[in-house]
């Protein structure tokens, strides 16, 4: 338990102060105070907290635990991703992805997919899959000349917090996306 010290001071009627100590549990309530202590991407970048239930879900977690768990291997990896304007409301991404089986040797596949977006893009790709995915909640910011995307991904009975790296935005949130399935789907 992480904690704090409080230093009082009594003065007794002869004018001598005595000091006492209590130590009193840290507490993110605290007006004012944050301890990013327990968050393991605070601790790993030092920029940016998790998001709240993300944060509550992975307190205290060394880093390579949260990535296996948070960013794991999807069966359905996307590789690259590109767009081309095709109307004010359309786009036409090209997804490079990898299909892995246990079975089976990877297999590199490549998806052309019209939509108004990187997300839905990934979300028309992983459904085609059996692999669908519906965004609860959805972080995204830049990290040094990267981008990181966190969602609350959700199917049916199942919901699990996923993260993704890319070099820009759009790669971002499709990485999150596929490890937000992998981890709903297995």
Same mark, same amino acid.
Not at 23 to 36: E, L, S
Not at 59 to 75: C, H, K, N, V
Not at 141 to 154: D, M, Q
């Given at each position: 338990? !992480? /904690?704090?010290?409080?230093?009082?001071?009594?003065?007794?009627?002869?004018?001598?102060?005595?000091?006492?100590?209590?130590?009193?549990?840290?507490?993110?309530?605290?007006?004012? $105070?944050?301890?990013?202590?327990?968050? +393991?991407? @605070?601790?790993?970048?030092?920029?940016?907290?998790?998001?709240?239930?993300?944060?509550?879900?992975?307190?205290?977690?060394?880093?390579?635990?949260?990535?296996?768990?948070?960013?794991?291997? /999807?069966? *359905?990896?996307?590789? #690259?991703? =590109?767009?081309?304007?095709?109307? !004010?409301? =359309?786009?036409? @991404?090209?997804?490079?992805?990898?299909?892995?089986?246990?079975? $089976? /040797?990877?297999?590199?596949?490549? #998806?052309?997919?019209?939509?108004?977006? +990187?997300?839905?893009?990934?979300?028309?790709? *992983?459904?085609?899959?059996?692999?669908?995915?519906?965004?609860?909640?959805?972080?995204?910011?830049?990290?040094?000349?990267?981008?990181?995307?966190?969602?609350?991904?959700?199917?049916? !009975?199942?919901?699990?917090?996923?993260?993704? @790296?890319?070099?820009?935005?759009?790669?971002?949130?499709?990485?999150? *996306?596929?490890?937000?399935?992998?981890?709903?789907?297995?």
């Amino acid at each position: 338990m !992480n /904690a704090f010290s409080v230093t009082t001071a009594d003065t007794a009627s002869t004018q001598t102060p005595t000091r006492r100590t209590t130590t009193a549990p840290r507490t993110t309530d605290t007006p004012g $105070h944050r301890d990013d202590g327990d968050d +393991p991407f @605070f601790r790993r970048y030092g920029t940016r907290r998790l998001p709240r239930g993300l944060r509550e879900e992975a307190a205290g977690m060394d880093w390579q635990l949260f990535l296996t768990i948070y960013s794991p291997e /999807a069966r *359905l990896a996307v590789n #690259h991703v =590109t767009s081309t304007r095709r109307d !004010n409301c =359309t786009f036409r @991404f090209g997804i490079s992805a990898t299909r892995r089986s246990k079975t $089976h /040797a990877p297999r590199e596949e490549f #998806h052309e997919i019209d939509a108004s977006g +990187p997300a839905a893009a990934c979300s028309e790709l *992983l459904a085609d899959a059996g692999r669908a995915v519906e965004i609860l909640d959805f972080h995204q910011y830049p990290l040094f000349e990267a981008t990181v995307t966190f969602v609350r991904g959700s199917w049916k !009975n199942r919901t699990a917090w996923a993260m993704g @790296f890319g070099p820009d935005p759009q790669t971002s949130v499709v990485h999150a *996306l596929t490890c937000a399935a992998e981890r709903i789907h297995g």
